[in-house]
């Protein structure tokens, strides 16, 4: 579909009832996300075997509990993107709060018209464009609101592996590993809930700048200008790039950032033995996940948070189980409020004053 019928079609979904656009949401990340990819059946079903060896693997050893009702699914760019679109509507439905909060006022005659249809366009950008670039569900940058179970985004992983010069089938069981555990550590009764009230909590946060309503309705009733608005530096989300607040976006950042990091710590020892070019996965996966940084955001000040699924909180993890052993790891997990600060990311000594002092095995 080219730019000017995809506008064609934006222009008459304009009119969808409800707070968040969603139909319009499908279109433009189906859009984004390309071309539909196929994917080999040979390819495929050493996925579903790697699957089902690392399903067995990690509650061995890790002890995180996996669920074997959950199957494995393979996708592209557009099943990606349609499988996590609705995941992240936590992020869409407090803008809309804030949008309706703000329809009673001046502004309202823009609000009313105009808030459906940029949240939509603006979940549909999240999805299709995340969906260009993950591995699976564990690299998003963002907690999905539902499982969805091992998820491999086979042309991204086979491109990933090909690009970086990397055996494939390492790269394969690597994600395979990485998916199950995520999975399985967002399964615990409280870490997804948590997480997805940290992000939410952001967006709630999230100031409407008033001054972009007017461009875009402008823009709206036009489709040139439609396009050359979304070609401006921030696009749509610079609608809330009034201001957020720092203190709950450096909470969730360091929330996510263990659950990544932890996932990695986890996945080496799970993987031991079997993966002997781990190193540069990880050094390639890195300079994926910085070069992504760069280019992604949310809401103008939201960006795809994924710090690494080698990095500080893995390497945080470490330390605690050099200094205090496997145990002393394991209770990071207890409850939110063991979770370490964005200050104490740096400083594992504080957190464990904080959260072990007390404990036996510290001394």
């Known amino acids: ?45 050493e996925y579903m075997e790697l699957a089902r060896l690392v399903q067995l693997k990690v509650p061995a ?42 329809g009673s006022g001046p502004y309202g005659g823009l609000i009313k018209p105009l808030g459906p249809v940029l949240l939509g366009m603006n979940a549909g950008a999240l999805a299709g464009t995340l969906s260009t670039q993950a591995l699976g569900s564990f690299d998003a940058g963002l907690p999905v609101s539902e499982p969805v179970g091992i998820t491999f985004h086979v042309p ?19 994600v395979a590993f990485h998916e199950s555990v995520h999975e399985a550590l967002l399964g615990r009764s409280w870490v997804r809930p948590h997480l997805i009230d940290l992000f939410g909590s952001v967006v709630s946060s999230m100031e409407v700048d008033t001054g972009a309503l007017g461009i875009w309705q402008e823009a709206l009733t036009d489709p040139a200008r439609l396009e050359e608005a979304f070609a401006q530096p921030g696009g749509m989300s610079a609608l809330f790039g009034g201001g957020v607040d720092e203190a709950r976006l450096g909470t969730a950042h360091a929330a996510m950032t263990m659950v990544e990091g932890y996932g990695a710590y986890l996945v080496e020892h799970a993987s031991t033995g079997l993966l002997p070019d781990l190193a540069s996965i990880r050094s390639a996966m890195a300079e994926q996940l910085a070069s992504r940084r760069d280019r992604a955001e949310m809401a103008g000040t939201l960006r795809a948070t994924s710090a690494g699924v080698h990095g500080i909180g893995a390497d945080f993890c470490a ?4 200094r205090w052993g496997p145990e002393a790891v394991r209770r990071i997990w207890e409850g939110p409020g063991n979770l370490p600060s964005p200050q104490e ?19």
């Not at 080219?2 to 222009?11: A, G, Q, V, Y």
């Not at 008459?12 to 990819?37: F, I, M, T, Y």
């Not at 991204?156 to 690597?174: H, S």
């Not at 990311?345 to 464990?352: E, I, K």
């Open 61 to 102: 050893a890790t002890g995180l509990a996996t669920d074997p009702t959950l199957e494995p699914v393979l996708v592209g760019r557009k099943e990606w993107a349609r499988l996590h679109l609705r995941s992240f509507r936590y992020l869409v439905d407090p803008m809309a709060d804030r949008l309706d909060d703000m």
């Open 319 to 322: 330390e605690v189980g050099t």
């Open 156 to 174: 991204n992983i086979e491109r990933f592996a090909t690009e970086n010069g990397l055996d494939p089938r390492q790269v394969r069981l690597w």
């Open 1 to 45: 579909m080219t730019d000017r019928n995809l506008l064609d079609e934006l222009m008459k979904l304009l009119s969808r009832p409800g707070p968040v656009n969603w139909a319009l949401a499908e279109q433009l990340a189906g859009h984004v996300s390309g071309d539909p990819e196929p994917i080999d059946p040979w390819v495929a079903d």
């Open 345 to 363: 990311l740096d400083d594992v000594t504080g957190w464990a004053a904080r959260v072990l002092l007390d404990d036996p095995f510290t001394g």
